[in-house]
């Protein structure tokens, strides 16, 4: 079963720092989303890419960015990491549409020191 | 703003237990709804969904939901749980026209055998 995979699955960084979260979605899937999950909280929204663009953005700053290749993939960027961005980065894959069931990787966790 | 609330952070329940897990969500429109469950070490997976038509619904495992639209819930029912029900229970609601989920805190269910 080609599920969604997510890479690094760990990661450590110093404030300030760059960081890049790479996820393959699912095999015949074309939108990925992408989730930022704390501590104790359900996930968040940060964005949707579908057709390699950004097709929605919940309430992230723009040091969040992100993006989609031609074979449906997609990379999260964080800039400027705050204390703050520690967390599980879930990728989601799905088929367009607001109502289609999302496919989950088993996240990255990053740890901001 | 929109919002999810689950009621319950922890729930302990002994093997034969009958179970509800409580979910309401903020919005008067038209909503689709969901329960993704995370069992220990692996990936938030659907449980179960409602678009429309019967408000009661049935999922994997022997769970069911019911939407209950003058109540804004959707509460999660299981008859008899089984040890291997122990995990993490998240409802998230998908509001119309919007392609983000909004999620629950999550309840971290415990089984007793």
């Known amino acids: 079963d080609a599920g969604v995979t997510q890479s690094p699955t760990h990661l450590i960084k110093t404030r300030g720092q760059q960081v890049t979260l790479r996820c393959s979605p699912k095999s015949g899937h074309d939108t990925v989303s992408w989730y930022q999950q704390a501590l104790g909280q359900g996930p968040q929204f940060i964005f949707q890419y579908y057709e390699e663009e950004e097709r929605q953005r919940g309430n992230f700053p723009d040091r969040f960015s992100g993006h989609q290749f031609p074979n449906y993939s997609s990379e999260l960027n964080v800039n400027a990491l705050l204390l703050g961005d520690s967390a599980l980065y879930l990728c989601?894959?799905?088929?367009?549409?607001?109502?289609?069931?999302?496919?989950f990787g088993n996240g990255t966790r990053l740890t901001v020191t | 703003a929109q919002s999810v609330s689950q009621h319950n952070h922890h729930v302990i329940l002994s093997e034969a237990a009958s179970l509800e897990l409580g979910c309401n969500y903020s919005y008067g429109g038209t909503v689709n709804l969901f329960w993704y469950v995370q069992y220990p070490g692996q990936h938030l997976q659907l449980l179960l969904k409602y678009f429309s038509g019967d408000p009661l619904v049935k999922g994997i495992k022997g769970f069911e939901a019911e939407f209950i639209k003058s109540k804004f819930s959707f509460n999660l029912r299981k008859p008899s749980v089984q040890w291997s029900d122990t995990a993490e229970y998240f409802c998230?609601?998908?509001?119309?026209?919007?392609?983000?989920?909004?999620w629950g805190a999550g309840t971290k269910l415990i089984i007793k055998p």
């Open positions: 998230a609601v998908n509001f119309h026209s919007n392609y983000q989920l909004i």
């Open positions: 989601a894959s799905s088929l367009q549409g607001n109502n289609s069931p999302l496919h």
